[in-house]
């Protein structure tokens, strides 16, 4: 399993961002699909998941203000970052929870990370 994630970058406060992440190779289904990001000195953290039935959980810090959005059919999760404060720096991870065979126990699969960087 291989995730490609797109996206991210230096944004101004206020401004927006949007991260793509697309997950390839040889699995049954996808169970769930996400964001986490990791800041300097911080532990990881959930930003937001989708399920794909397209039940979704966002932090606290993001609700209002991020949307996840999970496209089945490309394998390929989508978080719009709207009205983005400096706090919202971090190295973003991409997450998905899938099952390789349809017997298989869930397995959890991340992807190498990309920077966001909001600016004040």
């Known amino acids: 399993v291989q995730l490609q994630a797109s996206g991210g970058g230096l944004a101004q406060a206020g401004g927006s961002l949007r991260l793509s992440c697309a997950a390839s190779?040889?699995?049954?289904?996808?169970?769930?699909m996400g964001w986490f990001r990791q800041a300097p000195g911080k532990e990881r953290e959930l930003v937001a998941t989708?399920?794909?039935?397209?039940?979704?959980v966002l932090a606290d810090a993001v609700k209002g203000r991020f949307t996840i959005s999970l496209d089945n059919a490309e394998n390929t999760v989508h978080l719009q970052m709207d009205v983005l404060k400096p706090e919202d720096t971090a190295v973003y991870y991409c997450?998905?929870?899938?099952?390789?065979?349809?017997?298989?126990?869930?397995?959890?699969?991340w992807g190498q990370g990309t920077q966001v960087t909001v600016s004040s």
């Open positions: 190779g040889t699995f049954f289904s996808i169970l769930n």
């Open positions: 989708s399920s794909s039935g397209g039940n979704t």
């Open positions: 997450h998905v929870n899938l099952l390789v065979k349809f017997y298989s126990a869930p397995s959890d699969h």
